[in-house]
């Protein structure tokens, strides 16, 4: 369960702070039920997301996750100074690892299929190399709820048709909480959704719902 | 449901994470980067002494000269490197706080003890190099030596952390810190006694405690070395304990502004 209280955000400009994108989000998301949030460009859906996987911080207001929620998935950092496998290796200690590192370091190589780049230097990874060690980065760990923002994996056919699958698994398996501006890729994974709209969100126990509100906003 | 691990767990995982990832940009980054890292405080002490001895200066309060560059260098040292390191610890691990459990103290506080770890090296590599060519390494204070060298460490890490959170705010000072340890390193008696300087002044250079620490660590060498009078070890931990302690306080109240996008 995730509970959002009473959330703000801005952020600072180059003038000073800018506009209030999140003004007072409140919401309990219950365990095993994936969300998709919905809402216009800009409407604070991505903002919600870093919060609630805590990359971000809210300027006022608080967010208490009562389970392991993961970080946007394919968008973990990765040091350039090291290699794939040293990445793999730091991201399972961060998250306590230590014990079964091994077979999540394999889990990351097998999955990515860099073969010999995993032992190069992150630095020296093409865009597709670098999302692909990031997605297998995020499978790696086995977390309650998942976060994704728009991306499902990037990469040649192949492997994103290796990622669609495991995406769905994993969806299956555990929560998700999901950023999409795709009709089809929200109504086939989610059945709750969020609609974001002039800084408050609407929870809505059904996705369909949630679109229908969002369309009747924009037709206006 | 995967049970929670409770706060002082993620926070030992990210120090062991965060450690091995430091050491390894420390001593591999650069072609042979560990080598650079024994060679600069040699350098310095093979210079410094070089020309004492060129200006036939034996002897620093009744020390012996080399042993005098090569405690307070080796000190100076213990100081800059983890004052500069924790001033840059948050830029240089930006990356890491995707992953929410990485809190920028903790950034902070991993660079400072791998530093002091890396010193401790390179000291016990320097001081068996200097056995070897005859000099009295051995200290006869062991304990005012590492009482000294942690209060110096400390000083690093405080100067570190408020470096750190101002330079977030105002960018401009990262200039003016680094340019700072130039005029720190001549007037802290690292090359240059304090005993030579004439009251008043040499009142006003101990108000550096970097300076005390130096004498400290000496006096704590050799039983005989006349320090220069007024060193406190009270005055070189009160300065530490209240700069980390500024620090703490600009940590707890930026933190969000260090990691905010």
Redesign the interface.
């Given at each position: 369960m995730i509970v959002v209280d009473n959330v703000h955000k801005r952020y600072h400009t180059g003038h000073g702070p800018g506009p209030w994108v999140l003004r007072g989000v409140s919401l309990t998301i219950p365990p095993h039920v994936n969300v998709g949030l919905i809402g216009a460009n800009g409407a604070g859906k991505s903002t919600l997301l870093r919060i609630i996987g805590g990359e971000d911080q809210p300027n006022k207001g608080r967010v208490e996750r009562r389970c392991r929620v993961s970080w946007p998935m394919g968008q973990g950092g990765l040091e350039s100074s090291l290699t794939g496998r040293q990445n793999a290796k730091l991201v399972c200690r961060v998250h306590g690892h230590q014990a079964d590192l091994t077979d999540r370091v394999a889990f990351v190589r097998d999955f990515s299929e860099l073969g010999e780049y995993f032992d190069q230097p992150v630095r020296t990874y093409s865009s597709g190399m670098r999302s692909r060690l990031q997605f297998a980065l995020s499978l790696a760990f086995d977390f309650d709820v998942y976060i994704s923002d728009e991306v499902t994996a990037a990469g040649d056919a192949a492997f994103r048709k290796k990622a669609a699958e495991a995406f769905k698994a994993m969806a299956n398996r555990a929560g998700l909480i999901m950023v999409s501006h795709d009709e089809g890729t929200l109504k086939q994974f989610c059945q709750a959704g969020i609609w974001i709209h002039e800084g408050k969100a609407h929870w809505f126990d059904d996705i369909d719902d949630a679109l229908k509100a969002y369309k009747e906003s924009i037709s206006k | 449901?995967?049970k929670?691990?409770n706060p002082f767990?993620?926070t030992f995982?990210?120090w062991?994470?965060?450690f091995?990832?430091e050491a390894?940009?420390r001593l591999f980054?650069m072609r042979a980067a560990w080598l650079w890292l024994l060679l600069e405080p040699v350098l310095h002490i093979a210079f410094i002494a070089y020309v004492f001895k060129a200006i036939r200066m034996r002897t620093v309060g009744g020390m012996d000269i080399a042993m005098w560059i090569i405690v307070g260098l080796l000190c100076f040292f213990l100081f800059r490197r983890t004052g500069i390191q924790v001033m840059r610890a948050v830029d240089g691990n930006?990356?890491?706080?995707?992953?929410?459990?990485?809190k920028p103290f903790d950034a902070a506080i991993v660079r400072a003890g791998l530093e002091a770890f890396l010193m401790s090296i390179v000291a016990i590599v320097i001081l068996s190099a200097a056995t070897l060519m005859g000099y009295t390494t051995l200290p006869d204070d062991p304990l005012l030596v590492l009482t000294a060298a942690f209060g110096l460490w400390l000083c690093g890490l405080g100067f570190g952390l408020v470096a750190s959170v101002s330079m977030r705010l105002v960018p401009e000072l990262e200039h003016i810190f680094t340019i700072l340890m130039t005029p720190l390193y001549l007037i802290s008696s690292v090359m240059f006694p304090l005993t030579a300087v004439a009251e008043p002044y040499r009142s006003w250079l101990l108000l550096n405690p970097i300076a005390h620490g130096l004498e400290l660590a000496r006096a704590g060498f050799s039983d005989y070395y006349h320090a220069v009078p007024g060193v406190s070890l009270s005055y070189l931990y009160t300065f530490a304990t209240v700069l980390i302690l500024l620090g703490l306080l600009l940590y707890r109240r930026f933190h969000?502004r260090l990691?905010?996008?």
């Open positions: - | 449901m995967a929670p691990r767990e993620v995982a990210v062991n994470a965060l091995l990832r390894l940009r980054d930006k990356s890491m706080f995707t992953y929410r459990q990485v969000l990691v905010m996008k």
